[in-house]
Structures are given as C-alpha cells and as structure tokens.
C-alpha cells in the first residue's frame, strides 16, 4: 500500500485529501506545516507527497526545493496543490521540482487519479509491490521493463508494456476500456478508449502466437479485455 504524506496549513482540506485518498487504497499522514514534513520524510521515506504552495514559511515551493536539493528524497513524487491557477505559477512550481499541479477547489476523484499517475510514471507502486510476474509463458520484470516469452525477449513500447503489465496483475478479471484508460494514460490524457484497442492490437501481434486468435489477452465482448493465465 502506497504511503501518501499530505502537509497543508488548512485541517479541513487536510482531511478531505486523506479521507479521499484512504477510501482509494492509499496510507497517509498529515502535517500542518513544511518542518513537520520534512522532520517526518527523514524519518520514513513516503511515497509520494502532497504539498499545499500557500503553507506559512517554508512553503510549499520551498519545501519542494529542499526536496530536490537533497539527494535522499529527490526522487520522491511532489504534487502541488494550490489555490493559484495562473500559468505562470503552475510553471514555476513545475520548474521548482514539482511532478504535477492541482488547481483548488479540486476533485477527490481527479486527486486520486493523479497521485496514481505520478505513482504510475516513477514506477514506486510497480516496483515495490510485484518486480517480478511471471503468467505462463511470459515474464516482465518491472525494474529493469523487460518482457520474455519462453526466453525470448520482446520489444514492448512504453504503453504497451504498461498495459500488459496491468493486465497480467489482474489475470482472470475483466478490465474495461475505460479502466485501461485511466491506469495506463491517466487522467490528464483526452483521448478515447478506441486507444485501448490500438494498443491491444499491437500488443497481440508481439505477445501472441497467432494474433487472430489471441490466447493470453482475450476480448470480453461489450466490456473489455482480460488476461488469461496459460499454464
């Protein structure tokens, strides 16, 4: 389970953010200010952090310079979450380190969908939840993005082996497009779900001994697509 530390100045909005993010599978803990986050980042190591920019000294761009600057949290996702909508300022805090801006008043729904995004790009929920999958024939390491079958390794796009790697994660289940959509894209992409089956064609043609007749990615008519476990 993915640890999200949340700091603002503001309870109510402190608890908004950790009640959505609690009810979407995520662990978290509050800080009213930038010193007690950083007290607590150097004890425990988050996995991403959300940072209010309009917090008392040190705020929240401070904060997230100080992030970057030191060498043992640098790679920790930061997301911005503020009340100022300028682009001006969504490019300085991007500037300043920060992987991805939200607007205030926000969507719990968007939030969570975004922190899963960023979590997505770093690859920190990936890696430290399943390296390794192996389904029948084939194998993905996750750490190094390699994908063999029977041995033999295939040359996935970035896309295609993130939707395979979904897809294994969830053998047996049914995933919408629209589920595909959000975990592999995320929700600052505006295409449809016709991209799902783009991808999935492509994917066949790589993973499949005959694409025409898929074995390990099966298409659930009206719905979606599943991975199917082949022994």
């Known amino acids: 389970m993915a640890l999200i530390y949340i700091a603002d100045d503001e309870l109510n909005i402190r608890k908004l953010v950790a009640l959505g993010l609690k009810d979407s599978g995520f662990e978290t803990a509050e800080f009213p200010n930038g010193t007690q986050l950083l007290n607590a980042v150097k004890q425990h190591s988050p996995d991403a952090i959300i940072l209010d920019w309009m917090m008392p000294q040190p705020d929240g761009l401070a904060v997230c310079r100080m992030l970057?600057?030191?060498?043992?949290?640098?790679?920790?996702?930061?997301?911005?979450?503020?009340a100022r909508g300028e682009e001006i300022d969504r490019v300085l805090g991007l500037e300043m380190g920060a992987d991805d801006y939200i607007v205030k008043p926000f969507s719990i729904k968007e939030l969570c969908a975004r922190v899963r995004a960023v979590l997505r790009r770093t690859g920190r929920q990936e890696e430290k939840a399943d390296p390794i999958l192996v389904r029948g024939a084939l194998?993905?390491?996750?750490t190094r993005h390699t994908v063999t079958k029977t041995n033999s390794l295939i040359e996935l796009t970035a896309k295609e082996f993130d939707l395979l790697v979904i897809l294994m994660k969830n053998s047996g289940k049914v995933l919408t497009r629209d589920t595909l959509l959000d975990k592999v894209w995320g929700v600052e992409y505006f295409g449809d779900t016709r991209t799902v089956d783009v991808h999935v064609r492509?994917?066949?043609?790589?993973?499949?001994?005959n694409p025409d007749e898929p074995v390990f990615i099966q298409t659930v008519r009206g719905v979606g697509y599943k991975f199917v476990e082949i022994n």
């Open 68 to 82: 970057r600057e030191n060498e043992a949290t640098r790679a920790i996702p930061v997301l911005m979450l503020t």
């Open 139 to 142: 194998s993905v390491d996750i």
């Open 202 to 209: 492509y994917l066949r043609q790589k993973i499949e001994d």
